[in-house]
T-cell receptor, first 109, second 113 residues
Framework: KQEVTQIPAALSVPEGENLVLNCSFT??????LQWFRQDPGKGLTSLLL?????REQTSGRLNASLDKSSGRSTLYIAASQPGDSATYLC????????FGDGTTLTVKP | GAVVSQHPSRVICKSGTSVKIECRSL??????MFWYRQFPKQSLMLMAT?????????EQGVEKDKFLINHASLTLSTLTVTSAHPEDSSFYIC?????????FGPGTRLTVL
């Protein structure tokens, strides 16, 4: 059974800092790894999708990497802003998506 | 990609009533849809896999008689919470599979009084 772990559970940084969120999964036979953002009381916003054949994806200040063999993915956020404050979820898709518990990010002005 | 809608976006009901949530795949015919549930401050947990024209496959611990899933067409799956109770209050999200990617709906927030 796939298990997905996200570290840290919570993170508070001053505005402007670069930061890394970590996601690990136990079953490396995945189709893809997806990163989402969720604001309080809201649904999921897909940020980046990395197919199993890819190593990384970039969108603006966000960069996600995938190392399937080691069961790890990272989400790098450059020059963080208060508007980046949210919960970030990763999901490993091996036929059905399994989510981690998320990292709650607070970016202080 | 795929565009997924859910209706309603928010519902409040009295304890003991049944609530139906619709999930539609707007631009893609989905043979497989998924239903997730998210309790406050927790992550999403898969409830069941909905297959068009056949019975849904429920995850361990999910009561199939309480959470009725109907995937009657390639664009519509419904989740009915029967005899809802306050502990069923949650955020319900559906998703569809298009090739090797899942696309998620906006979610339905259910509050049972």
């Amino acid at each position: 059974k796939q298990e997905v772990t996200q570290i840290p559970a919570a993170l508070s940084v001053p505005e402007g800092e670069n930061l890394v969120l970590n996601c690990s999964f136990t079953d490396s036979a995945i189709y893809n790894l997806q990163w989402f953002r969720q604001d309080p009381g809201k649904g999921l916003t897909s940020l980046l999708l990395i197919q199993s054949s890819q190593r990384e994806q970039t969108s603006g200040r966000l960069n996600a990497s995938l190392d399937k063999s080691s069961g790890r993915s990272t989400l790098y956020i450059a020059a963080s802003q208060p508007g980046d404050s949210a919960t970030y979820l990763c999901a490993a898709d091996a036929g059905k998506s399994t989510f981690g518990d998320g990292t709650t990010l607070t970016v202080k002005p | 990609g795929a565009v997924v809608s859910q209706h309603p976006s928010r519902v409040i009901c009295k304890s003991g009533t049944s609530v139906k949530i619709e999930c539609r795949s707007l631009d893609f015919q989905a043979t497989t849809m998924f239903w997730y549930r998210q309790f406050p401050k927790q992550s999403l947990m898969l409830m069941a896999t909905s297959n068009e024209g056949s019975k849904a496959t429920y995850e361990q611990g999910v009561e199939k008689d309480k959470f009725l899933i109907n995937h009657a067409s390639l664009t519509l799956s419904t989740l009915t919470v029967t005899s809802a109770h306050p502990e069923d209050s949650s955020f319900y999200i559906c998703s569809v599979r298009n090739l090797d990617t899942q696309y998620f709906g906006p979610g339905t927030r259910l509050t049972v009084l």
